[in-house]
């Protein structure tokens, strides 16, 4: 898979009260929330309803997220979305959240997104609407 890194989404996500933790910042779960967000509205923007009652659709393999500075609320949370070259049935997405009004990133995250069909629960390869992102670029 090659390293290439293309910009696919931006997403602007309010910070909630209840996103809170016991520190009066945004608990680490949350993170992979705003990412989440960011990857559905990805995925429907390129029209891929991502529901199970869809022949196929992605999942998500694996997840990760690098903390480096706490988000607190009140805060409006901008999420950057990059995906790397596909494979067969996958694609890797990057995610960068910064908040509004700072430009330090706040944590980076990543995840590996596998195109699946739903019934059998077996790989199937990535729609071609998704590879032509990269072949455009």
């Known amino acids: 898979m090659s390293a290439q890194r293309l910009h696919v989404h931006s997403t602007r996500i309010p910070v909630r009260w209840g996103d809170l933790d016991a520190y ?3 608990n680490n779960t949350i993170y992979f929330r705003y990412c989440e967000q960011a990857r559905v509205e990805w995925c429907e923007n390129m029209g891929f309803v991502v529901r199970t009652n869809q022949p ?7 997840a990760a997220c ?6 607190n609320y ?6 950057e979305m ?5 494979g067969r ?26 195109w699946m069909d739903h019934a059998t ?11 032509a992102l990269f072949e455009a670029a």
């Open 24 to 26: 009066n910042h945004v």
């Open 56 to 62: 196929t659709g992605p999942v998500i393999i694996n």
């Open 66 to 71: 690098t903390f480096l500075l706490p988000v």
């Open 74 to 79: 009140p805060a409006t949370v901008l999420l």
């Open 82 to 86: 990059s995906a790397g070259e596909p």
């Open 89 to 114: 049935s996958s694609v890797m997405t990057w995610y960068e959240m910064r908040v509004e009004g700072d430009d330090r990133i706040y944590a980076e995250g990543s995840s590996k997104m596998v």
């Open 121 to 131: 629960g077996r790989s199937v390869p990535l729609p071609a609407e998704l590879r």
